[in-house]
């Protein structure tokens, strides 16, 4: 159900040029869900491939946010969670390496101190060491606090 509301926040903030006050929580109790997280996504492509999106300013929960930054945001939360799923079902984390690299480079850049934390209130946990030995993903999982 996270997967499919942040999907569905995320195009809400495009949409309408403001963060929704929290995230949707869609009733998927009795739908196919894979249906339902492709409808998300749909809805949000849709809402951040629109004219002149990426240059738009959104009022986002760290303030004003060019539309670019927060969908890239929007990528990060999607990959960390593919990342979350392929490593609880014993599943490849090496996920397509060069996303992975210029989502870290974006994370690098625009995750802030502030945005750390434990107990669940801030989104992301202090940043893991990783191996040499590392995939990029596992890299990007790391610095946005996922134990690799």
């Known amino acids: ?61 760290v303030g004003p946010t060019r539309g670019a930054v927060v969908m890239s945001f929007a990528a990060v939360d999607a990959f960390t969670h593919g990342w979350d799923i392929a490593k609880a079902t014993g599943q490849s984390t090496d996920i397509d390496p060069v996303l992975a690299v210029e989502l870290l480079t974006f994370a690098r850049r625009n995750i802030r101190e502030a945005m750390r934390g434990t107990g669940g209130s801030p989104p992301f946990a202090p940043a893991r060491d990783t191996p040499n030995t590392a995939t990029r993903a596992d890299r990007l999982a790391a610095y946005l606090g996922r134990i690799t």
């Open 1 to 61: 159900m996270h997967l499919i509301g942040s999907a569905l926040w995320y195009a809400a903030c495009a949409e309408t040029g403001r963060a929704p006050a929290s995230e949707e929580a869609p009733d998927v109790a009795d739908a196919d869900i894979a249906t339902a997280y492709a409808d998300a996504t749909d809805r949000a492509l849709a809402a951040f491939g629109v004219e002149g999106i990426a240059d738009a300013m959104i009022a986002f929960p």
